[in-house]
């Protein structure tokens, strides 16, 4: 898509870009299209070039650690002193936070919107289920006196902050319930127009990080019992040492049939999407799911726990939704998949792409621009 111009000059904040993933994609959208730089503090810009995304826009305000919470504590403080327009001599009309931990950046740059992909998950939702991840009680207590504080002043933070957006009324919700702040929803962007349908190599796909809350294991688990069919997982992971640990466990608990690449190009990753039979995925509440879509934009049926987002946009036509989601249920699932494909290869083909369709980036970016009067001609100075 080519981006339309302006006279309104714009800024995303973002908590780091040295691993891409769906919300760190979104932003590259969101910059591409608004013409706008990107302030972050890790950057991996070989990654980003790769997706076929410019770097010159993107500024690093400092790096951070790769380990927790050393990581998240200095991308917020970073971001909370920060002031664009005395550091870097720039002035905007707009910025817009698009990343948890960098939103104190909204105490020192007005006017904004925090387009909200979840209130931060492991002070807030995820607390109890990444405190019972941790190896000894002393690592739990201190995490424990970390989520209290992180509590009191992610709080805080959030009342400052001019309007948000969430990305799903999942993620609606948990801003009402932890932040007690009202939001609107915009779905997050899909390039649906990049994907195409192709004949299936008889393999399944699943695109996550290697983490926890994804739960990769109850992928492993089930392909185990169907020797016969073949999973490719691609999944990266940080650097840090609770990604390493959960990726080091997945590697062990991986069958024969199971493949796992940490990091593909846009092109080899829209034709794996393009060649699939289907589509699994297994995060845990997940905030909206925007691998689902571009599973869907390609014509192929997704599997996904009936939880979160996955709610949202996948249907009856488009896969299956499973309740309280176990390893033995997504066997079950998948032979029903493989079933409804025998009889019909091409039922699940423009079901998928017309509610893909829904989620395009055009309508993403027309909601936004409206947001922030985007195309404004009367607008004010930048500040």
Not at 226 to 252: T, V
């Amino acid at each position: 898509m080519i981006a339309i111009q302006s006279n309104k000059r714009i800024a995303i904040f973002h908590n780091a870009l040295d691993n891409i993933g769906g919300a760190e994609l979104v932003d590259l959208i969101l910059a591409r299209e608004l013409n706008a730089d990107i302030y972050t503090t890790n950057i991996n810009k070989e990654k980003i070039r790769k997706l076929g995304f410019p770097t010159e826009n993107i500024y690093s305000i400092g790096k951070v650690p790769t380990n927790a919470p050393f990581r998240q504590e200095a991308i917020y403080w970073r971001f909370r002193f920060l002031n664009v327009r005395k550091r870097f001599k720039k002035k905007y009309h707009y910025y817009i936070i698009g990343g948890d931990w960098a939103m104190p950046a909204t105490i020192n740059n007005k006017p904004h919107i925090w387009y909200v992909f979840s209130p931060i998950r492991e002070i807030w939702d995820l607390y109890k289920y990444t405190k019972n991840k941790m190896p000894n009680q002393l690592s739990k207590l201190l995490f424990s006196i970390w989520v209290l504080t992180r509590r009191k002043i992610n709080y805080q933070d959030s009342k400052k902050v001019n309007k948000l957006i969430a990305i799903s009324r999942n993620v609606q919700n948990r801003i009402e319930k932890y932040l007690k702040r009202k939001s609107t929803i915009i779905y997050p962007p899909t390039e649906t127009n990049l994907y195409k349908n192709k004949k299936s190599k008889n393999y399944w796909l699943s695109v996550n990080r290697l983490i926890d809350h994804k739960r990769v294991e109850l992928q492993l688990k089930a392909f185990k019992n169907l020797p016969n069919e073949k999973l490719i997982i691609i999944g990266s992971y940080e650097s840090s040492k609770h990604f390493e640990r959960y990726a080091n466990y997945i590697k062990k608990l991986k069958p024969k049939n199971v493949e796992i690449k940490s990091w593909v190009s846009q092109e080899e990753l829209i034709n794996l999407y393009s060649e699939c039979k289907g589509f699994l995925t297994t995060s845990l509440d997940e905030d909206y799911g925007m691998t689902p879509i571009e599973a869907m934009a390609s014509g192929k049926p997704v599997i996904a726990p009936n939880e979160g987002g996955y709610k949202e946009t996948i249907t009856n036509q488009t896969g299956i939704l499973i309740d309280k989601i176990t390893h033995n249920k997504i066997k079950e699932a998948i032979i029903t998949i493989n079933q409804k494909l025998a009889k019909n290869p091409k039922q699940f083909i423009k079901p998928c792409q017309e509610q893909a369709k829904r989620f395009d980036t055009q309508i993403f970016i027309n909601k936004i621009k409206k947001e922030i009067n985007y195309n404004d001609k009367n607008s004010n100075n930048p500040r």
